[in-house]
């Protein structure tokens, strides 16, 4: 999800109690509730990065080395001050340990909220790159942002005035995750429907939408390039009609669309040829990749 949902997260976290166990304990949380997206600087290589992001820095070899090295940097950190004299004396001892526990949890919170949308991510890379999909919150998601933002600042002015700071931090964060719960069974439902009705799909995505959380937008089909956007058609020709295996070979940007894509289709481009496309992302844009003269018949 989002950057600020993230570090929201992580400022509860702390919030809620955590954050006096260590001196830079909230860096350590709301740093390390951003850490795996370090693989955002991979965008440089334009729609190739599909197939970098969400992943390695996403998987468990991360989860563990993310943290050790956030919390080696902050702990280094606090000696090279106490060295120059520059320490703040009202910061709690640091203790190594518990660094590295709040970074670690923080971490772990990461791609836990990145898999409740429908862009995915990939749990277990670099051991396999199959893509994990929760179909619950938008990617940016307004409500989350109002009540974590809010339940933040009541927080850290409850501890101004020397009142229970801790009680804000817990409810809004069990809030949190009855709000996820409650759109996890919106998708659940909607994707239960759509795949018992006719003409009875192999594939339904409940893809969410922007500010109206109890929406979905249903994504239907066979798993043959020929989709159903919310009862409209995409996709002009079936994949079994395109080479799209050779298309992979001889285009780097198509390999990565397609080792991104969960929902691919094939359409003519405005002018001539092949645009190869995701139905998640119906509107052209970022997402599509045109396809080599002659894949598709």
Known sequence: MDNLTHSLVGALIGQAGLKRKTGLAMPALIIGANLPDID???TIYGIESLAMRRGLTHGPIAWVLLPLVLA???????????????RPSARLPVHFGWLYALAFIACLTHPALDWLNSYGIRFLAPFS?????????????IWLWLGLGFATWFSLRKEKQAGDWRQPARIALMAALGYIGANAAITWVAEGRARASEPYPAEA???EVPIAFWRREMITGDGDGLWQVEGRAVGDVPLAQCD???ARDSDPQVDAFLVWSRAPFVERAPNAGWLLRDARFPEVGR????LPVGTCR
């Open 40 to 42: 955002a600087t991979c």
């Open 72 to 86: 080696g940097l902050l702990w280094a950190y606090d000696r090279w001050q106490a060295k120059r004299g520059k």
């Open 129 to 141: 790159n199959r893509w994990f999909y929760g179909d619950v919150l938008f990617i940016i998601d």
């Open 205 to 207: 995505i409940a893809s």
């Open 244 to 246: 799209l295996a050779s």
């Open 287 to 290: 997402f599509s990749v045109a």
